[in-house]
């Protein structure tokens, strides 16, 4: 009785000592939450990929990954004023001025190394979230802006190199519509738009225009920014040489173009796996966006890991910021193609400097416009894309249509006491 009394409580302490080191080894992980948001499949898969390979580098970390599929911003947004938000998150260079402005993100400045090597980002990324002289997120990738043409359409045509300028381009587009008069339909247009402020805001700088000014006010219908934006008007109303993804039964540039339906686009790099994988016949080429107003001009779009200010284990989220952004997980989650890695040295080393495809976009880079304004930048989209589309659908004239975005911009501006 006594042997069989000795071993149950042998047993006990066993069991109470084996709990005992499971929960002190589970109190040793540390889980952080990140969100972010995809643009296809292809592109979870890859980032989920490189996330088990931090845990593996980092067994005391394990990483809750989250897409939020629709209303990213707003969810992340009302998650923060809940105290819920991820530790860690993608904020798009567009929407990190508000943030930083309204205290939510936690500054990296402390965290930073040496090692980390910021002057390897690609130009003016890591200036995006900065303010104040401090940096509140590190870029993950960018793109640029570069103009798609079908090799195929330029060849029947004899055109052997790219337009260089925009007179060239509307000339190239004049030439490559087909079909204008064949029961009233345009088989083929020169040049697929996306009528967008984030798309043509440089083509307004090109002409000394701006979207705001010293007080803050839109500016839409200044001479200048009038300049910037007559000739897609011309291109598309009287021309009739340009079209719209709807237009033409298409739901964006991207496939517009992989349709054959447009000679041309200008489009990001994300095109380019997405017409490899999803119009695998079309033959294309990029090149840098023609020059306008005697300007070379881009768009650069860039997305940053940014910590939550109330983040429950900083130091963790801390080390899946570096190693998202560190040259070893860039290299992991850039080889995949689907946006170029913000770093120089990964840039290099994967090859996009050698790929024609890839090059445009990188020498883009140099002089390309940072999507990115203020806190009220979101207004002044909202107002400009509103009125712009109405004015290329005939509905308005230009400066008509300028006029009343920047009226109902600066009223809502006001409105809300910005």
Not at 34 to 59: D, I, N, Y
Not at 80 to 104: K, Q, S
Not at 197 to 222: C, N, P, W
Not at 267 to 280: D, K, M, N, R
């Amino acid at each position: 009785m006594k042997q069989i009394l000795s071993r149950c409580l042998i047993l006990v302490s066993l069991i109470l000592f084996l709990t005992g080191c499971s929960r002190s080894i589970a109190s040793d992980i540390s889980t952080v939450t990140l969100s972010g948001w995809q643009s296809s499949p292809e592109e979870k898969q890859l980032l989920e990929q490189v996330l088990r390979e931090f845990e593996a580098s980092h067994p005391g970390i394990k990483v809750k990954f989250e897409v939020i599929t629709d209303q990213y911003m707003d969810v992340i947004k009302t998650r923060l004023i809940g105290d819920a938000a991820p530790d860690v998150f993608y904020v798009d260079a567009l929407d990190a001025p508000l943030l930083m402005t309204h205290g939510v993100l936690e500054p990296l400045d402390d965290y930073i190394t040496e090692d980390l090597d910021l002057d390897d980002f690609a130009p003016h990324l890591s200036e995006a979230f900065q303010s104040l002289g401090k940096t509140y997120g590190l870029p993950k990738d960018f793109t640029t802006l570069a103009l798609f043409y079908n090799k195929k359409y330029f060849a029947q045509l004899s055109i052997t190199d790219p337009p260089q300028t925009w007179e060239e381009l509307e000339d190239y587009a004049n030439k490559l519509t087909r079909d204008r008069t064949h029961n009233g339909r345009v088989d083929l247009y020169g040049l697929g738009i996306t009528p967008e402020l984030s798309r043509h805001y440089f083509m307004i700088k090109a002409f000394g225009g701006e979207l705001v000014d010293q007080k803050g006010k839109a500016v839409f219908a200044t001479r200048q920014s009038l300049s910037g934006l007559t000739p897609l008007m011309d291109m598309y109303r009287q021309n009739h040489s340009a079209a719209l993804a709807s237009d033409v039964g298409a739901s964006s540039g991207s496939e517009m173009f992989g349709q054959g339906k447009a000679a041309m686009v200008i489009e990001g790099s994300y095109a380019i796996p997405y017409l490899q994988q999803t119009f695998p016949k079309i033959e294309f080429a990029t090149a840098e966006v023609p020059s306008i107003g005697n300007h070379k001009g881009s768009m650069v779009y860039t997305v940053a890991y940014v910590m939550n200010k109330q983040a429950k284990n900083k130091e963790a989220a801390w080390e899946l910021i570096s190693y998202l952004t560190g040259k070893e997980g860039m290299k992991a989650w850039a080889k995949g193609g689907l946006a170029i890695p913000a770093r120089k040295s990964v840039i290099s080393e994967l090859g996009y400097e050698q790929n024609p495809l890839y090059t445009p976009f990188i020498k883009g880079a140099e002089y390309a416009t940072i999507w990115q304004g203020d806190e009220k930048l979101p207004i002044f989209m909202t107002h400009f894309d509103n009125q712009f589309l109405s004015a290329l659908l005939g509905e308005q004239s230009l400066k008509s249509a300028m006029k009343k975005a920047q009226q109902t911009a600066n009223k809502e501006i006001q409105a809300s006491n910005y």
